[in-house]
Structures are given as structure tokens and as C-alpha cells.
């Protein structure tokens, strides 16, 4: 993330993936958008995101990243709130249970020292904001994404949110070129995994699943994180590791207990 300014990082983060997945789009026939009830949706999801990514990366490098990504890991509590205010949906007494002991987890994941010695600065509310963003995020995608395909929505998605991290870049005076190769290879790893792949399959679930679900599963990312770190990193998993990442697992899997209880009755 120091290679690049975070707006910079989040803008080519969304402009790599773009000029990938459009031209698939476009070879399978998914660039028709068929009314401005369909543009608009696509428009507000595409901003919602990309003021997501930048604000996520303005807060990392304002803080670090344990504290930024626990605080947007407080999504589900905003997708649950915001579900129960602005949609008429009660979430269930399960997805309460599992977010209560998935935060938990996360808490003794990255450690109760760590959170006592969060900082309450601009980072801090900048954390919380991309947090609810997220959550708006989540909501907004799972009504689009009901009545169109995966790759249309995010061809289109991600689009406007290239167009919209472009002009912020412009306003704050970023530099789009004069990097290192390093700082270009990093580039193509967050445009390519991070953001093409990830939000893909991110995607298809959301497309299935129910949008407090899926942003509850996404704090499974910390789990593999930790498990990929030990075996390309060589970094060692700890004791508090194991039982946060536990407690974490448990929490997803409780929301997922009461569909299985409805299927096997």
C-alpha cells in the first residue's frame, strides 16, 4: 500500500479489473442496459464501491491495516441495522447470534491489546465509514443483482467506479504514472485477484445467498489470510489465531443453521 497514495491504489485497483472483464462482457453480449431504473442501480453501485476501496485505503494508510479492516468488518452489524430500517427485513435471531460471536472472533484474532489501543482519529471514523459503505454496498448489489447476469453488473459496476476514482484522483491532484515496477506489480495483483476474481465469486454468492449472509461469510477472509500468510510467508499461527478464527467459522456457520433446520423439516 506505500507504493501508491490509497486513492490511486483504488482507482487502478478498479481500472485494471475494468479493461479485463469488459471486453468479455462485450465477446458474450452483457453490454445492453435495458432501462435507467437498471442504469441507475448500476451507477449507485458502482459509486457506493468505489468509495469503499478509497476510503478503505485512505484508511490503512492512516492507521494500520488490523485496525482498518476490523472496523469495515463491522459491516454486518450496518447491513442488519440498515436491513431492519430501510427494507422492512428482520434479520433472524441467528444472524444476530452469528455476528455477535463472529466479532468476537475477530476480537481474539487480532487481539484485545490491539483494540484497546485503537486510536480515535480520522483513520479511526474513516474505518467506520467504509464499513457502512460496505454494507450499502452489499444491500444495493443484492437488489441489482436480482434481475441481471453476474458479469453485466460488474462489467457496468465496475465501470463507474473507475469513472467516479478517476475524477476524485483529479480533484485531490494524484499522479496517475511514475511508479516503480513494484508499485505496478502490486497494482496488477490487487486489479486482478483483489478485485477481477474475489468480486466475481463475491458476486455469484451475493446473487444467491441473502446480503446479511454474505457480508457476515466475507469475515472468513481473516481465516484463509492468516492460513495463506503461514504457508507463503512463513509466518506462524498463535494460539489466540486458532481460537479467533474458530469463533469466527462459528459465528457464519450459526446463520447458516437455521436454513438447514427449514430444509430438513
Same mark, same amino acid.
Given at each position: ?42 451507477? &449507485? @453501485? ?24 476490523? $472496523? ?12 431492519? +430500517? ?16 463472529? $466479532? ?11 483494540? &484497546? ?8 471514523? $474513516? ?59 502490486? +497494482? ?5 485477484? @483483489? ?11 451475493? %446473487? ?9 461469510? $466475507? ?39 437455521? %436454513? ?6
Amino acid at each position: 500500500m506505500g507504493l501508491t497514495s490509497g486513492l490511486i491504489s483504488a482507482f487502478y485497483r478498479m481500472a485494471i479489473a475494468t479493461a479485463l472483464l469488459f471486453p468479455v462482457a462485450a465477446v458474450l453480449g452483457k453490454l445492453k442496459i435495458v432501462s435507467k431504473k437498471q442504469f441507475f442501480g448500476l451507477l &449507485l @453501485c458502482g459509486v457506493l464501491f468505489a468509495a469503499d476501496i478509497a476510503v478503505w485505503n485512505v484508511s490503512i494508510q492512516g492507521s494500520s491495516a488490523t485496525q482498518a479492516t476490523l $472496523l469495515t468488518n463491522l459491516s454486518p452489524i450496518w447491513v442488519g441495522v440498515l436491513s431492519f +430500517l430501510f427494507l422492512n427485513f428482520r434479520p433472524k435471531k441467528s444472524f444476530w447470534l452469528g455476528t455477535a460471536v463472529a $466479532l468476537m472472533g475477530m476480537v481474539v484474532f487480532v487481539g484485545l491489546d490491539t483494540v &484497546l489501543n485503537f486510536n480515535f482519529d480520522t483513520a479511526f471514523f $474513516l474505518g467506520i465509514l467504509s464499513g457502512i459503505l460496505y454494507a450499502l454496498y452489499i444491500l444495493v448489489s443484492k437488489n441489482v443483482l436480482q434481475k441481471m447476469d453476474v458479469v453485466k453488473f460488474m462489467a457496468f459496476s465496475m465501470l463507474f467506479s473507475s469513472i467516479f476514482l478517476f475524477l476524485v484522483n483529479l480533484i485531490f491532484g494524484e499522479s496517475f504514472w511514475g511508479f516503480s515496477t513494484e508499485a505496478w506489480v502490486s +497494482l496488477l495483483v490487487q486489479g486482478i485477484v @483483489c478485485q477481477l476474481i474475489a468480486w466475481l465469486l463475491i458476486s455469484f454468492a451475493t %446473487k444467491r445467498m441473502r446480503a446479511t449472509r454474505v457480508s457476515l461469510s $466475507l469475515l472468513s477472509q481473516a481465516v484463509f489470510a492468516a492460513l495463506l500468510a503461514t504457508v507463503f510467508l512463513d509466518e506462524k499461527l498463535t494460539l489466540t489465531h486458532i481460537i479467533g478464527g474458530f469463533l469466527i467459522l462459528s459465528g457464519i456457520a450459526v446463520t447458516f443453521y437455521e %436454513k438447514k433446520q427449514k430444509t430438513s423439516g
